[in-house]
């Protein structure tokens, strides 16, 4: 099983920038697809970006492309979300998550970390 911790929301003001982390532990971490979802108050759990465990592959919702970018580092055991442009409407709690397959299937998640934009 493995163990994820996000961290590096905050407050940010509109069109600003954040990068969250994920660390993770507990299984190989190159063999692992990862994601970033988020949950705003009184909505549902949406996926906001996702990337092939050599990183090779990567997809994200309609909502964040060309501001968000999802990377990582296989050798830190990291995934990152940089979260650029940000807009009122991307706050929300933000959770990496991982899995097997690509397009993946998510079995494991972070605490999450909250991202509030505004001004």
């Known amino acids: 099983q493995v163990q994820l911790v996000d961290s590096g929301g905050g407050l940010v003001q509109p069109g600003g920038s954040l990068r969250l982390s994920c660390a993770a532990s507990g299984r190989t971490f190159s063999s692992l697809s990862m994601g970033?979802?988020?949950?705003a108050p009184r909505k549902e759990r949406q996926?906001?970006?996702a990337i092939s465990g050599r990183g090779t592959s990567a997809n994200y919702?309609?909502?964040v492309k060309g501001r968000f970018?999802?990377?990582?580092d296989n050798a830190k055991n990291t995934v990152y979300l940089q979260m650029n442009s940000l807009k009122p409407e991307d706050t929300a709690v933000y959770y990496c998550a991982a899995g097997s397959n690509w397009p993946p299937s998510f079995v494991s998640w972070g605490?999450?970390?909250q991202v509030t934009v505004s001004s």
Do not use: H
């Open 36 to 39: 970033w979802f988020r949950q």
């Open 61 to 63: 919702a309609d909502f």
């Open 111 to 113: 605490q999450g970390t």
């Open 69 to 72: 970018t999802i990377s990582r």
């Open 47 to 49: 996926i906001v970006a």
